[in-house]
């Protein structure tokens, strides 16, 4: 299939607003693809009712968070014009489809879902685990496959959902003929960006950790937040030698440094590599490093906090900007719906 052919769903849960590790992990790279221009379709959806299945009791912190994530994904570059950017629930034909999709699915398969499982184990289901939320994952099937999208640019973790989803796919065409369209996730190439730590060098960034550099976060906030990273607790003094591996701050270069900002920000070294070398051998002190990444972070975020906090002054604009994203969407997936109709011998009125 050539490029001009391909099309892309992607999405995020709208359960507060969005850090820095979704922006390496997947907004960047949307942006990118949506500037190069390739694809056929790019939809960008909030994934509220996805945000439901362990939010279901918080109602007003989804619809909050619904205008959060719209915020930062204009405010990173993503362009209305150019993506279509929707509301989950404000398409039901996606729910419809799940109804389907259930059937092709074992209890045993779901339950199996690593992600799923990890989850489970994080969160603390008191009443014990909602079947929306086991199910999840078949809901995001049908959001991916309403668009007949190709490409899944999303995190590493999202892995097994694009798995489960060829699967229904597979087994879908299988049976009921050759409707729908098996997806592939693109995920980021640089190791740094699939996993950003939190500033506390904890495995995943977030709210409840109070770990996250996020979008919204002021220039001063940003500084307080790096000038007190995890780094290498064996590097005491400054001539001491120290670790890269594990250092927060050096992944988080990984993550952001580019060549040219090492001569820019005076950094005393050509390069990242050059840095790190220092480090190891001694005499490179964390203040030293964490000012050089905040010269880096503040830089790429800047423009990012500006455009956000110019479309915060219309929130009115960007729903009638969504609303109209939500009627684009809905008119594919509802063309999506009528074919699975069909091919399951359900479209009994023409
Ligand atoms: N599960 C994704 C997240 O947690 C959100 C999501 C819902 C999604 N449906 C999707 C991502 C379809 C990609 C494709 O952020």
């Known amino acids: 299939m050539s490029e001009n052919e391909k099309i892309i769903l992607t999405g995020d849960r709208p359960s507060g607003k969005l850090h820095i590790g979704h922006y390496v992990g997947s907004l960047r790279q949307r ?17 509220d009712t996805q945000a439901l299945t362990d939010n279901f009791a918080n109602p007003e912190k989804v619809r909050a968070s619904v205008t959060e994530v719209a915020l930062d994904y204009l405010g990173v570059g993503l362009d209305p014009s150019r ?27 779901v339950e199996r879902n690593p992600t799923v499982k990890a989850e489970i184990a994080q969160k603390n289901f008191g009443e014990g685990v909602p079947c929306g939320f086991v199910c999840y994952p078949i809901s995001q099937t049908s959001d991916i496959t309403a668009f ?11 892995k097994p959902m694009i798995e489960q989803a060829r ?8 049976i009921y003929g050759p409707v729908l369209v098996e997806p592939d996730i693109l995920l980021e190439s640089n190791e740094a ?4 730590p939190g500033t506390d060098g904890h495995a995943k960034m977030s709210k409840s950790l109070n770990n996250g550099i996020y979008l919204s976060d002021s220039a001063d906030t940003v500084r307080e937040k790096i000038m007190s990273m995890y780094t290498d ?17 050096f992944t988080y270069l990984d993550a952001f440094s580019k060549p040219e900002h090492f001569e820019r920000y005076n950094s005393g070294f050509a390069s990242l590599d050059e840095m790190k070398e220092q480090y190891k051998k001694g005499g490179l002190g964390d203040v030293k490093v964490k000012k050089f990444l905040n010269e880096v972070l503040q830089e790429e975020l800047a423009p990012i906090r500006e455009r956000r906090a110019e479309h915060e002054k219309d929130i009115p604009a960007l729903y009638e900007m969504l609303k ?26 023409g």
Do not use: W
């Open 31 to 47: 942006v990118a693809l949506q500037n190069k221009g390739e694809f056929k379709k790019i939809f960008i959806m909030i994934a």
């Open 83 to 109: 993506v279509t950017i929707f509301i989950q629930s404000q398409v039901p034909e996606l729910t419809e489809l799940t109804m389907y999709y259930m059937n092709l699915v074992s209890i045993a398969r």
């Open 148 to 158: 007949k999208a190709t490409t899944v640019p999303t995190g590493e973790d999202q």
């Open 167 to 174: 699967e229904i796919v597979r087994k879908f065409n299988d």
């Open 193 to 196: 960006c699939l996993r950003l």
């Open 233 to 249: 607790p064996t590097h005491l003094k400054v001539s001491d030698p120290g670790h890269i591996e594990g250092n927060t701050v």
């Open 324 to 349: 109209k994203g939500c009627e684009d969407a809905r008119e594919t997936a509802a063309q999506t719906l009528s074919e699975v109709r069909r091919a399951m011998r359900i479209d009994y009125f």
